[in-house]
Structures are given as C-alpha cells and as structure tokens.
C-alpha cells in the first residue's frame, strides 16, 4: 500500500461511498442478509472499486478489522462479565430499585444520565456504556412497560457528550496539541457547554424517542435470573464497583494531561506503573476481579459456578463483537481509498471562517469514513496553520478545538463502529439505530457547535 497513491477525484470516490453505504443498507433492511456477512462483502467490493491493489487487499480488510477488534473486544467481554455478575448477584435489581426509590420512575433516565456524565469524565465511550448498560437494563425491567431507549440512550448520549468535548478524552485532547490551545481552558468550556448539551440532545431526545419507539429490554448480559439471591448485594458495594474503573482510569487520563503540561516527569516509574493500571483494559480486567470476589466467592458461590457464570457471559455479545469489527472493516476501506483526504483538500480551499471550515471539514471526513478520532485529526491538521497565524484568544482558540470535535462525531452511521456497538447492545436493527442514535449523534454535533459558536463571539469581545 506504501506504494500505492489513489488516482480518482473527489467526486468517484464520493460516489463510491454513497454507493457502497445505500449498497449496506439495502441488504441488511431489504433482504436481511445478516450484518457481518453484508459488511465484508461490501468492504471489499468497495475497495475493489475504488482501486485498492489486490495485492493488498487482504491485508486492507484486515487492518480494518483488527484494529477495531483490539480496542473493542477486550472492552465489551469484560463488561459483560462485570454485567452479568451484577445482574445475576442480585445487585443490578438493588441498585435500580434504589434509584427509583430516589427518584421516581419518571427521574429515572435523567438519574442514570447525571451518573453516566459523573462516570463519564475519565472513562471512554465504549467502556463507560459496557459498564453502565446493565443497570440502565435492571432500571428499564424494574419500569416495566417502557422502551429501553427511554433510559439506554440518555446514557449513551452522556457517555458521548463527555467523550467528545471533554479533556482528558484523546480528542479534544489531540485537538489542543495541534492548535496549541490552553488544555485547562478547553476543559473549561467543555465543562460549561457538556450539561446543556446532553440535556438538549441526549436527555430530552432519549424520551422523545424512548416515548415513540417501543424496544424490549435486551439479553445481551443474559436473561433476568428466577433465583437471584434473597440477599443481594448492598446499594454501595455496586457503586464502589462503578466507581473503581472509573478511578483507575482516571490515573492514566489525569497523569498523562498533568504530564504534558510538565507537572509530572513522564518517565517516572511511578507515573508509568499508575498508567498502565489505569488503561481502560487493565481498570476493567481489575473491576471484574474483585466483582468476582465480591460478588462471587465471598456470597458463598463456588469456583465451578463462577466460572460458567462468566463463560455465559461471553456467548451473547460475540455478535456485537463481530458486526462492530465488520464495520470497522469498512471504515478502514473508505480511509484506504483517499476519501476523507481528498473531502478535506476540496473544503479546505473554500475561504470559510476558520471555526467554521475545521467543523465542516471533520463533519465531511466523519461522514466519508466513520472513525470519528480521523476526522477530528484530520480536520485539526489542515486548520492548525491558520489558527496559529490567527489573532485569536485563547477562548477563541478553544472554541475551535471544541467546534472540530464536533464536527469529527456528526451523524455516526454504518462505516462507524460505534453504531454497531450501539445498536446491537441495546437490541436495536440498522434501521432503528439510524432513526435513534445517528440523529442523536447529529444533533450532538450541530447544538455543540452553536455553542462553542457563541463562546467564541463572546470571546471576541475580550
């Protein structure tokens, strides 16, 4: 591929991707061919026609797929364990019970959304949601009769919201490095803007949607047990088994931002040890330790009974392991093609206000090939020269780097692997991820954007 250089224009290579997705949702909603077998045939039928050499189409297919697979699988396995030792001890129908007792049925979705911002803070999306959704299920069986959207996507929408515009997330924080922006006033604004913008576009689209679109409650962490223990867990020990990854990852997101500042000697042992136990793999692997002593063999659980606990775990979430591998697959074709290169050269000429053109450019790129962590890169990149030459404040610059996170999380669809994510854990089809979640996705970015829009007017009147 090194010496490969795509020779269409922007426009055959837009058409190919226009193409190639209506292609993926035809089979899947049409014809009900199954989601992994549609996005490996399309992916490399794209690649083919967009002129990846064959030589190296094999190895184009499996990057996707692989690279995917590595950030993800390892997340959503060990989640459904932590899920299903919560659920089956007990503790989901405790906490949830506890939470409704609080606040009501009806306070319910925005008590689940405040926690999962909370939660939020240092832990990334996928994780965060794995980790979140088998209370957000326990709390929609408890409100029996309800869409589990009503309380499954203000979630989803706040673990979101926090991922994109809150340092010390790898976004905003890439975004800051490329603009050379203040890292604690990006913190700043993205604090300001981040309760708002979940409750316009995360809270209240959840019980719009939750309120027309009637989803059951999923067994993707397995059935609700008959025989659940008649002591369950305390309300507390599951809080402290929310909060300990959380904790944990918060050492590798807070030291790494401290050490780029110059606080800490990034070179340290220490600094190095504590990051390392505090990346999103190991504060998982951790929690499901001690959710095992906890809740396993401490309430008298033996170890053969454990063990089958946690292998049951495993079976339904390897289909969303897969389909969401399968589209990151497809993502990696569009970003082998040139596409989102060739978007971004075409807009980037267009003489646009700088905070204007770096969100439509990371809209373009986002929209092109899914991976929202490309298009904000991408998108920084091309605009960082103007931002440094510019007379902006640091208010304004800041502004920026939120407006081109943004941009980079527009309207999530097939080529993104979050979607799949989405979609098949909260038992949803193609079609009803697309009216749910790739709208809440948009209206996340654009109400976003307006904000960070008006702090930056207001910034140029400093």
């Known amino acids: 591929m090194e010496d490969w250089t795509q020779t269409l224009g922007t426009g055959p290579l837009l058409s190919i991707a226009v193409g190639a997705v209506a292609l993926i949702l035809i089979l899947i909603i049409r014809f009900k061919v199954h989601a992994f077998i549609t996005l490996i045939v399309v992916s490399t039928l794209t690649a083919v026609v967009a002129g990846v050499p064959l030589s190296a189409l094999s190895e184009t297919l499996t990057d996707g797929f692989g690279a995917t697979l590595a950030s993800v699988a390892i997340l959503v396995a060990l989640g459904a364990?932590?899920?299903?030792?919560?659920e089956h001890s007990g503790g989901a129908k405790a906490l949830a019970e506890a939470l409704i007792s609080r606040f009501g049925e009806r306070r319910a979705p925005?008590?689940?959304g405040i926690a999962s911002l909370i939660l939020g803070f240092p832990m990334f999306f996928d994780a965060g949601l794995v980790m979140m959704l088998p209370i957000v299920f326990a709390v929609a069986r408890r409100v029996t009769g309800k869409s589990v959207l009503l309380f499954g996507l203000p979630t989803a929408a706040a673990f979101s919201v926090m991922h994109v515009f809150l340092p010390p997330h790898p976004g905003p924080v890439a975004a800051?490095?490329?603009?050379e922006a203040n890292l604690g006033i990006v913190l700043l604004v993205g604090l300001v803007i981040a309760y708002p913008l979940w409750y316009l576009a995360g809270y209240l689209w959840g019980m719009f949607v939750g309120q027309r679109l009637m989803i059951p409650v999923p067994a993707i962490f397995g059935e609700v047990d008959e025989d659940q223990p008649s002591n369950p867990p305390r309300?507390?020990?599951?809080?402290?088994l929310l909060l300990l990854p959380m904790t944990l990852i918060l050492f590798n997101t807070g030291l790494n931002s401290l050490t780029s500042v110059g606080v800490f000697d990034g070179d340290s042992t220490w600094v190095?040890?504590?990051s390392f136990l505090g990346t999103t793999m190991m504060a998982l692997l951790i929690t499901v330790i001690v959710a095992t002593i906890v809740l396993g063999y401490r309430r008298g659980e033996s170890g053969t009974a454990v063990e089958k606990l946690l292998d049951s775990a495993l079976g339904p979430v390897c289909s969303v392991i897969l389909i969401t591998g399968a589209g990151g697959m497809f993502g990696g074709v569009l970003r082998a093609s040139g596409i989102g290169d060739a978007l971004a050269d075409s807009l980037s000429d267009l003489g646009l206000p700088v905070i204007v053109a770096a969100y439509l450019i990371a809209v373009a790129i986002r929209l092109a090939q899914g991976s929202a962590t490309v298009a904000l890169v991408t998108a920084a990149g091309l605009a960082a020269p103007a931002v440094?030459?510019?007379d902006f404040n640091s208010f304004q610059v800041a502004s920026i780097v939120l407006a081109t996170a943004a941009g980079s999380v527009f309207a999530g669809h097939v080529n993104d692997s979050g979607f799949w994510l989405v979609g098949r854990l909260m038992g949803m089809n193609v079609k009803e991820t697309l009216k749910t979640w790739t709208v809440q996705q948009a209206l996340q970015s654009v109400l976003g954007f307006v904000m960070v829009v008006i702090v930056y007017l207001a910034a140029s009147l400093l």
């Open 81 to 86: 364990m932590l899920g299903r030792l919560v």
């Open 110 to 112: 925005f008590a689940l």
């Open 176 to 179: 800051s490095e490329l603009y």
């Open 235 to 240: 309300v507390r020990t599951i809080v402290f």
């Open 272 to 274: 190095q040890a504590l």
């Open 388 to 390: 440094l030459a510019g």
